[in-house]
């Protein structure tokens, strides 16, 4: 000790230092947690919920069935006993292509599914697989790379054949002969105008169908229900309906209304076939990333303590297709890692319509009661005797569209109707009732689906929930006068977020025409720099920016995506958004309803590279849209020109000093409308924005 010179002496023995990573430590600990789960749900698998998931499509053009049956190949391949899983494609197309492509997937399953668990391959959608891990595997396993290659063969003819199907148009007559199943489609007049469609692919019951390796195969259903002109079909949330279902409804909240069909009237499709106590659903376009997500939601539900008050699991919106700097601002980072983590603090996130497990229960209406345990062993059979044909035929009539009418279907039971974002009011009164919900983001995306690859794609997607929302927030359903001593006052602002969406849109175009617009007359607006009011503005422009850019940087996004991110806000902001506030004014004064635009999930090659490349595609139709984003950024161009010109020429008093801030906002327009103008008068290509068609 002594030795030591001057310096030394003073050296503490010991620090304490934080330990730097507590998040990474954080996020390991949670996989500890699920990993333990996950052990005890193996150690007692007898005792896992029976799971029915929905894989809803709606156009067989739009969302090709090649895209449909990747999704239900990924979910039927579940780490999942298959005597527990039931898939059911709700095909609101109607399509026979559709029912094709099903029914060759059904065959491909028997290979797939036992090729998938064998070799723990993932994520299992056969063309997600394909296409990223094909060349890795080559190499390492000689086993795996001859099955694989064998296993890719099948998927190929397939692809193929289904494709030769969609090109032509219709089913060939004599595959046609193959399956009693087509014959349903004689009396198909339109996607809009037949009667309900059900056909039970694979019977899960049946100890005959298993696949190559002799193991039991989930049930998988085709499911069209009836629509007829004259009958609201309600869209996703009627498809979900449909399909909804329960059998073992005790507690009779509606017996006032009709004590004695009260069974019969709660009964919908999957009830009646599989009632698996907890449903996912999905889009057509959101593929399996994690073959053990089942598990992984199972853990919320099935924990003895705080598990039977949640309703619901709801998992973030992941995409496989978006490019380094996100040009659309489609990765909506920010509010799946900030915003609705924030809500599940609060009581739990919202509904947002897809890669959601729920409770059955909850979603048909139940009402939380505390003291409430579900034992998720008892399983209440539906008559497992009938024969297929049976099942089929009385199953049927449960997806009729007379068979909703006077009952509490679409109001207490079930998606609620009315409202392009039927998912979001539908969370919001299962909280209502008092349940909670649980936003799980884990590191790896469980679900990966299909972001907007065109700006138009994007901004009638926007438009749509942003309208749902705000037409809530103008509703009964509002958060506030809803969720008034219901949930939590940090949840009702949680809601609030997204319903005032659209009201953006007024303080925006205010910003993107005022201030040019007196720039160039020569008009001051803001304070001057050397003035004290100044320092507030130069303060909040700062700050707010400051943190937001840190919000996006530290989620993982680069400078350029927060730009793109900005740019994509604008747009939505003064088109979106406004065409938002314009319609529900309408609907509100009865003079139109809106409808539901399904956004395109395919896109033409050029489109593709030029999506990967980060051109934003403009395209030519969208016109109104798109002529609001060239007005607004010719306007700023035309006024920062003009207005720099006044000032130079010393037209204005003390010219910079008082125009700053209006030179600012106008300069910044112009410098995030820059893909614009090259769109305007650069470009060449199909992406352009076309000056004469404006
Ligand atoms: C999807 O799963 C794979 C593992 O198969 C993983 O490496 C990848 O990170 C996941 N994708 C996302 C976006 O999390
Ligand atoms: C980068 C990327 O993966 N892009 C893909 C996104 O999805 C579209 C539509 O399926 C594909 O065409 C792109 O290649």
């Not at 698996?276 to 399996?288: A, E, K, P, T």
């Not at 595609?617 to 003009?642: H, K, P, R």
Request: proline share 4%; with cysteine; glycine share 8%.
């Amino acid at each position: 000790m002594g030795g030591g010179g001057e310096e030394d002496e003073h050296l503490p023995l010991f620090e304490t230092k934080a330990m730097k990573g507590r998040l990474v430590y954080r996020v390991f600990s949670v996989t500890i947690f699920i990993g333990i789960c996950l052990i005890l749900a193996y150690r007692y698998k007898d005792e896992l919920p029976c799971v029915d998931i929905f894989v809803c499509t709606a156009d067989p053009k739009i969302e090709p069935p090649i895209l449909a049956i990747n999704t239900v190949l990924s979910v039927m391949a579940y780490n999942y006993p298959p005597e527990k899983l039931s898939v059911y494609l709700s095909d609101d197309g109607g399509s026979d292509l559709t029912f094709y492509a099903l029914l060759k997937a059904s065959v491909f399953s028997k290979q797939w599914i036992p090729f998938c668990k064998k070799f723990n391959i993932e994520p299992r959608s056969p063309a997600a697989y394909f296409s990223t891990t094909e060349s890795k595997c080559a190499s390492l396993d000689p086993v795996l790379s001859q099955e694989s290659a064998a296993i890719k063969k099948l998927y190929k003819a397939m692809e193929d054949q289904i494709e030769t199907a969609t090109k032509l148009g219709h089913i060939p007559e004599d595959i046609q002969t193959k399956h009693t199943g087509f014959s349903e489609w004689a009396s198909v007049t339109s996607q809009r105008d037949h009667q309900s469609i059900l056909q039970i692919i694979i019977d899960g019951r049946d100890s005959n169908t298993v696949d190559a390796d002799g193991c039991a195969l989930p049930t998988l259903v085709y499911l069209s229900r009836e629509k007829r002109p004259n009958h609201p079909h309600y869209f996703k949330a009627g498809a979900m309906n449909a399909l909804v279902g329960i059998l073992d409804f005790l507690y009779l909240q509606f017996q006032s209304a009709r004590n004695n069909q009260l069974s019969v009237v709660q009964l919908r499709v999957s009830s009646k076939i599989s009632n698996g106590q907890i449903i996912l659903n999905v889009d057509c376009d959101m593929y399996s990333n994690n073959s053990d997500a089942v598990k992984d939601a199972l853990c919320f539900f099935m924990d003895e303590q705080k598990g039977n008050e949640i309703a619901y699991v709801q998992f973030p919106q992941n995409f496989n297709n978006i490019t380094k700097n996100d040009i659309y601002g489609s990765k909506i980072d920010v509010i799946t890692k900030v915003e609705l983590p924030g809500c599940d603090g609060h009581g739990g996130p919202l509904y947002i319509g897809t890669g959601c497990f729920h409770r059955r229960e909850s979603l048909c209406g139940k009402k939380y009661e505390t003291g409430y345990k579900f034992d998720m062993k008892k399983r209440i059979e539906g008559k497992v005797k009938e024969s297929v044909n049976e099942l089929e035929e009385t199953s049927k009539v449960l997806a009729n569209c007379s068979y909703e009418e006077g009952t509490q279907w679409g109001k207490e039971m079930g998606l609620k109707y009315g409202c392009p974002v039927e998912d979001v009011i539908t969370g919001l009164s299962i909280q209502c009732r008092g349940w909670k919900s649980i936003f799980f983001c884990p590191e790896r995306a469980a679900f990966l689906g299909i972001a907007p690859t065109t700006l138009a794609q994007m901004l009638v997607q926007h438009k749509r929930w942003a309208e749902g929302d705000f037409q809530i927030l103008l509703s009964k359903y509002c958060p506030f006068i809803m969720g008034h001593g219901r949930i939590s006052l940090g949840l009702q602002m949680g809601y609030s977020i997204y319903c005032l969406w659209a009201p953006n849109c007024l303080p925006t175009l205010c910003y993107l025409i005022l201030p040019p617009l007196y720039l160039l007359k020569g008009i001051a607006l803001f304070p001057k720099i050397t003035s004290p009011w100044f320092i507030p503005y130069a303060f909040v422009i700062v700050a707010a920016n400051a943190y937001y850019l840190a919000e996006f940087m530290w989620r993982g996004g680069t400078l350029k995506g927060w730009w793109n991110d900005q740019r994509a806000w604008m747009f939505k902001r003064t088109t979106s958004y406004l065409f938002a506030v314009i319609d529900t004014s309408f609907n509100l004064l009865g003079l139109s309803s809106s409808g539901f635009d399904v956004t395109a999930k395919v896109s033409e090659q050029d489109v593709s590279e030029r999506y990967e490349k980060e051109i934003m595609e403009f395209g030519s139709s969208l016109s109104g849209m798109l002529t609001i984003i060239a007005t607004l950024a010719l306007l700023n161009l035309f006024c920062l020109v003009g207005g720099l010109k006044r000032i130079t020429l010393n037209l204005v008093d003390s010219g910079f000093e008082t125009m700053f801030l209006q030179v600012l906002v106008c300069g910044t327009a112009v410098a995030i409308n820059l893909p614009v103008y090259q769109a305007l008068f650069f470009r060449k290509d199909k992406g352009r924005l076309p000056i004469s068609g404006l």
